[in-house]
């Protein structure tokens, strides 16, 4: 008998100990995690000064230059002015295929400028450019993680190729349709992207298309007394030409109608055109398994409430902020319009999301902006460069999936080749 309870103290004893062991198990750590942690501090830094300097579509010098700094000190070779940009460029490490793309954005929004760490609308320059989207953090992460991809593909010696493309203008959905006109994805096997969000969860199926255009009525001076006659109002043109606009598709054969009656002449342009994104279940699925090792940004107590102060200044439910990963399903995400859209249609893509603002709060305002330099945006930043750094991983250790996704991709688009909304000699220009 004493044996026995001897032997059962002992059994209980070992079972403590592996359910404490258990217990204690941490989530899968990949080396592009380990190294992101480690330099923390540096893309916090990159991040901090581009939100420090917001600068507008076609203007981002500066902040696409701190991008492509980092890149160079690590090794990739970049390119500017892709698809007639001057602030466009490729950054190339590694040969051969696989070839797994990340993309960056980075520029600002008008008149959202903000004092860093207020719970109130507060600019820091009255009417100045700010960070309303978050780009500041979209672009560093991206960058981050193709320098960690990068260092796993030569530390594991794996075969491929990493790309990371600095897109600008996409405020103004254009910046990524010019370098697929002019064919910088041409080399490429798959894009993986990322968007700062409410809520942790793979973006798929759900942006809009958008299409606009510059129409010009150009008519002919007279004097207004003494022979207005002779005058041909292009201000009727216009009117005329509103009334008449009632499906896109009709917008040419209205404005050339309106020309025609008022005897003026007629010129449109297109400023942008983006489509719906072409989805590709293969990639969602990639992103979604590193999504769900990775877990949510790990939010504390001052950021929750820092967040609820945000939503009460607003008049919103103070709920805080997204604490969990959202299961993978078909139309997760928002619908705002991106020139992303376009990538998609030349080239596999998927998009992941970060929680990186208040639930409830809407992007391109105050809010965004000021948690685009707080923890809030920091720590769904790192989240956003350890899934992506992990995701291409996996991609250039695995054919088979990037063949895959090839595969979806050629049965999204019926096969047809993806053909440019843009004319051939149009030119990007900030409108």
Not at 109 to 117: D, I, K, N, V, Y
Not at 133 to 161: D, F, S, V, W, Y
Not at 217 to 230: C, E
């Amino acid at each position: 008998m004493p044996i026995l309870v001897r032997r059962s103290v002992l059994l209980f004893s070992i079972a403590l100990v592996a359910l404490a062991g258990l217990a204690q198990t941490p989530a899968r750590v990949t080396s592009t995690d380990a190294w992101l942690d480690q330099t923390r501090a540096r893309w916090t830094a990159v991040a901090q000064k581009i939100w420090e300097m917001p600068e507008l579509a076609l203007n981002e010098k500066r902040s696409s230059a701190a991008l492509a700094a980092e890149l160079e000190k690590e090794g990739f070779r970049v390119t500017w002015g892709i698809g007639g940009e001057a602030t466009a460029f490729a950054a190339i490490a590694g040969s051969g295929k696989p070839v797994v793309a990340l993309l960056a954005e980075y520029d600002a929004l008008p008149g959202l400028s903000q004092a860093a760490g207020k719970a109130k609308k507060e600019a820091l320059v009255e009417k100045g450019p700010g960070h309303g989207c978050g780009h500041n953090l979209l672009g560093t992460a991206a960058a981050a993680a193709a320098i960690a991809a990068n260092r796993a593909r030569i530390e594991q010696k794996l075969p491929g190729t990493i790309q990371l493309f600095g897109t600008p203008a996409e405020e103004q959905l254009y910046g990524k349709t010019f370098m697929v006109r002019d064919g910088a994805f041409k080399d490429t096997d798959v894009v993986l992207a990322w968007h700062p969000g409410l809520q942790n969860l793979v973006n798929n199926r759900t942006r809009l298309a958008a299409t606009a255009v510059d129409v010009e009525f150009f008519g002919r001076t007279a004097h207004a007394a003494a022979s207005p006659w002779l005058g041909r109002s292009s201000l009727d043109a216009l009117v005329l030409f509103d009334h008449a606009n009632e499906m896109l598709g009709r917008m040419r054969k209205a404005a050339e109608g309106a020309g025609l009656a008022t005897e003026t002449r007629a010129q449109v342009s297109p400023l942008f055109s983006v489509r719906e994104p072409v989805p590709n279940n293969t990639l969602d699925q990639v992103l979604q398994k590193e999504l769900e090792r990775v877990g949510p940004p790990a939010f504390d107590t001052a950021d929750i409430e820092f967040a609820k102060a945000v939503q009460k200044e607003m008049g919103f439910e103070t709920l805080g902020l997204a604490t969990s990963v959202l299961p993978y399903k078909e139309r997760n995400g928002g619908t705002a319009s991106s020139d992303i859209s376009e990538v998609s249609a030349a080239v596999p893509l998927a998009e992941l999301g970060v929680a990186a603002l208040p639930l409830g709060a809407p992007g391109h305002s105050w809010a965004q902006t000021v948690c685009a330099a707080h923890p809030i945006g920091y720590k769904a930043m790192m989240v956003a460069a350890k899934v992506l750094a992990a995701s291409a991983v996996d991609l250039l250790k695995d054919p088979a999936v990037i063949k895959a996704a090839r595969e979806d991709f050629q049965k999204e688009t019926k096969g047809k080749p993806y053909v440019s909304p843009l004319a051939p000699d149009a030119k990007p220009k900030p409108f």
